[in-house]
């Protein structure tokens, strides 16, 4: 077990597969494993400073495909649940929560970003059978502002960590 696990870890270290571990770890994620994939984007933009653009992108593409199973889970899971049982009363702040995501309708992706909130919105999203495609777009803007952002703070922030290392 032990040397399986070794494996893995070298299979995926960040000089040697930098972008497809950027990808790996953010789809994984976007689901509902509670995952971030901010120090690995991070630590790779310190590594190779000249992969910032292609880090963000591929972290935003790789989190946003994880956000897009997320929207079908939801909607695979109402679909079951329809066949299964009858409709139930729910809680008032079900309600309340409802009403708030049929208001704003696949904007509400946008917010698919947020920490503890933003995979289980995907899935409401889906649950709630909003359209795909707009969701799926409104998830890679937010995605790309929250990659962007957190990225570029955290080398602007912490410019001289990880600054003199070269992987060997």
């Known amino acids: 077990m032990e040397a399986w696990t070794q494996h893995l ?65 939801g909607y695979g899971a109402h679909k079951v649940t329809d066949k299964i049982t009858s409709r139930k009363p729910h809680s008032a702040h079900h309600g309340r929560a409802v009403k708030w995501l049929e208001k704003l309708g696949p904007k509400a992706c946008l917010l698919a970003w947020l920490p503890l909130v933003g995979d289980p919105l995907c899935a409401m999203a889906g649950w709630l059978k909003f359209p795909f495609w707009p969701c799926l777009a409104y998830m890679a803007v937010g995605k790309f502002a929250r990659y962007f952002l957190m990225t570029g703070s955290l080398i602007w922030a912490f410019p001289g960590v990880l600054g003199g290392i070269v992987p060997g």
């Open 9 to 73: 870890l070298e299979l995926l270290a960040l000089p040697q597969y930098g972008l497809s571990t950027v990808f790996v770890v953010s789809f994984i994620s976007a689901t509902l494993l509670p995952l971030g994939s901010e120090p690995v984007v991070f630590g790779l933009v310190k590594l190779n400073p000249l992969l910032f653009w292609q880090a963000v992108l591929v972290a935003t593409a790789g989190n946003t495909l994880g956000g897009a199973v997320d929207w079908w889970m």
